[in-house]
């Protein structure tokens, strides 16, 4: 058997629109998880604290060091710990350990849940005593960062965004800067603040200065924003000094999550010259907690827009390489019982993709790790037409126009940025026939920011 | 006894001008390692292959896995690991375990090892069977990377650097950006590419565009340069949403390295707007491997530069924020039997302090991790004249004028910027009287780029 044929072949047979699950809420029209994701996530609880790897199903996580300590599924390699010492890649507060297994390893096992989890399946179906201990409902669980994140690159990969954002605060006529159409922009960003979905998101106070005061004055931030992005996990590595290539770079990526580069708009304009932005983006970034393997995004992989001119040869990629995936971004105010749809997009309009993006971030020798994220920019969409209120730009920067058209977001409020106690929740998805692979939400509610001896108040 | 006095006792005691060490190279007026640094590090070799931590004393490395198995060192907190098992904090591959214990753990340790190693003290110099497991020449060791390496944040602290760079690329008139001197300027560095003394580092390929050309190339960067700075490791860590005050943040500072921050000049000013430093740093970044420590600095703090305007109250600090740090830079073609100094210039010219940098990073909230490493900036001094050759200035940028006026690098050749085979160094020091707390080198030869099928030769 070939192998490489025998790994295509099990994503083939683990993303059929026609598989069903035992699990019943997996078969939902509406669910997320359908047995076509299976994604990865670290979670707790359903009796205990340990924090393992789990694989969403519907409404129900699937503890995978439950799994293996029962051997209903295994991996074909041991890692081993710094001493040595065999461990188990399950039974870690991280993803790192299992995906640093390798490719082959992610099919392998993407191929023993599909089966134990599809209606064919009755080694864990059909064993009440291991369904107890391995399977736990997600409202019992608590969800973590998937990943220990080493290094947070973020992108700036969305045509319509970066013109938007250069209409706004630089030329109209030449919105777009020169190295943006040969360039897939990113810098580094602050892995230490990346949270997962839930956590509270405070207002960071920090250097703000209108353009007609004499000096800045420190205190809260006046333009806190949302950034739509998703963003991507590298799964394998490369060495420094060791490029990958751009028709290779999709196999380097894991899976995605959605991520929302929270910005203080004020910050970010007094902050950016010359070394790019750094404390407007650094109080928080969260990102969702489940990871959507590329392998089950597969059946959803489109072309990706034409680029002109033609990328420099080291950004020549494999074809397929966009990702036909609903966004969407909410809004619900404190006052509110219900959130409001106030943007909703497609990744498939980013005008980079992942592959070239990872590329270009390898093509000087940068070395990448396991457990690195990548996030894609803004997404924004081409129209920002449809439905009153909602638009297809990925931050309210864009929606409002830095505040100008102030957004109705129901309830009888209206939003030019977020205000304290407004909980922002992204959400996406690929529409299958008759199911979809879903994310699952990525959420944070702000609080006000700390109280400073030397802060004047938000206006 | 008063904890906090105590230590500070410490502190004085270890750095007497007058402590002598039995270990004879270390009292030598031109070692790095007096026996008033002890500085540490994490090495190989002397008979075992295992990474450990180690302290420089003269000519030697001290292992403090070794000591602390005799019971010759102890530490007053045990360490555990992910399973809450304890583990020694010295048989470690980084430093980050042991200065994860925190600052009372650092002092005490520091007053043991000077006893140790004083002429007074006899449990090591007269135990032979420990001294030959406990003392590793420096020349039969490999060092490695002190610290596992969470962040990396490089900052842009050097008003006589911006400036230069202003009068180079923007308007003479109005060199500094209106921000810089309201914000220790930086950005977010790529933590993956950080590299120890040693390592050769491999020219880049990436876009390069003359202002005249149509569209850039891919290829080796023509301009590849040097950026002379210090870093700083994080020794305790702060919250997401707790800043660290200006005043106190020296406390959360571990010590420093020399850094050098490998910059390619052509890809910089190609890449760098909007967002800032990317590809053109993100190859390689080379510290040295010997982290002194802030309490062997203790007796070479000095007062700052005057500030003006004064900063905003969150970057009050405390008085003799800066160090008195002699650097220099040399430069050895591969065709030269010596390396030449091309730069001498000092630490004490930074306008921005470590403690107003560490709490501008976290005043929106940011948190860090220990071992989180901070550059400094390149620096450069108020001078450029002197010895023919020799200015004080941090970069060949700046040294040549952009490449305007090549410097004479001896044996008759010139530079610009950086040939294949040159090998750089950065050094530094603390003057003491007749004694002086050394960095050791921070060291990197420049390999040709790779060579790809796209890429257009270096000219």
């Known amino acids: 058997m070939n192998a490489s044929t025998g790994e295509d ?5 683990t993303t059929r629109a026609s598989l069903k699950s035992w699990v019943e809420s997996a078969n939902d029209a509406k669910t997320d998880f359908p047995i076509q994701n299976l994604p990865f996530g670290i979670f707790n609880g359903g009796g205990s604290d340990v924090r393992r790897v789990g694989v969403a199903i519907g409404d129900w996580i699937v503890d995978l060091a439950a799994l293996e300590a029962s051997r209903a599924i295994s991996v074909p390699y041991t890692a081993v710990d ?3 010492n065999p461990k188990s890649v399950f039974r870690q507060k991280r993803l790192n350990d299992f995906v640093a297994l390798g490719r082959p390893v992610w099919r392998s096992l993407r191929s023993q849940l599909s089966a134990l989890l599809s209606t064919g399946g009755g080694t864990l179906r059909d064993n009440v005593e291991l369904r107890e201990r391995a ?3 997600q409202s019992d669980a608590t969800m973590h960062l998937p990943f220990e994140i080493p290094g947070y690159t973020d992108f700036y990969s969305s045509r319509e965004h970066a013109t938007n954002v250069g209409c ?3 030329d109209p006529e030449n919105a777009l800067m020169p190295n943006w159409l040969e360039i897939p922009i990113g810098y580094n960003g602050r892995a230490s603040s990346v949270v997962v979905s839930g956590t509270p998101v405070r207002r960071p106070n920090g250097q703000r200065k209108a353009p007609d005061d004499a000096r800045p004055t420190y205190g809260p931030s006046r333009k806190l924003d949302i950034e739509l992005e998703t963003g991507f996990f590298v799964g394998v590595g490369n ?3 060791t490029p990958v290539q751009a028709k290779d770079a999709d196999g380097n ?3 995605m999550v959605l991520l929302n580069d929270w910005s203080a708009r004020d910050i970010q304009q007094w902050e950016y010259q010359p070394l790019g932005p750094f404390n407007s983006k650094g109080f928080a970034t969260t990102i969702s907690p489940w990871v959507v393997t590329m392998d089950a995004l597969s059946p959803f992989r489109v072309e990706q827009p034409a680029q002109e001119p033609e990328p420099l040869g080291y950004l020549f990629g494999a074809s397929r390489a966009g990702v036909d995936l609903e966004l969407e971004v909410l809004l619900k105010p404190k006052s509110a019982d219900s959130a409001k749809t106030i943007a909703r997009t497609n990744f ?6 992942m592959a070239q993006q990872l590329a270009h971030h390898t093509s000087g020798g940068c070395n990448t790790r396991v457990g690195d994220l990548m996030g894609s920019g803004t997404v924004s969409g081409p129209e920002s037409a449809g439905q009153p209120g909602v638009g297809t730009f990925g931050s309210l920067l864009e929606l409002t126009w830095n505040g100008q058209k102030p957004l109705d977001v129901g309830n009888g409020e209206v939003r030019g940025f977020i205000e304290d106690g407004d909980e922002l929740t992204l959400r996406g998805w690929c529409q299958g026939d008759g199911y979809r692979v879903g994310f699952g939400a990525c959420v944070g509610e702000i609080l006000p920011a700390l ?5 004047d108040p938000v206006v």
């Open 9 to 13: 072949d099990v994503v083939l047979q």
């Open 82 to 84: 710094d001493d040595g």
């Open 135 to 137: 399977m736990v409902r």
């Open 348 to 353: 498939k309009y980013m005008y980079w993709t």
């Open 451 to 455: 109280e400073t001896a030397d802060a």
């Open 168 to 170: 706004m605060f630089r």
């Open 253 to 255: 990526i894991f899976g």
């Open 239 to 241: 060495a420094l000094g």
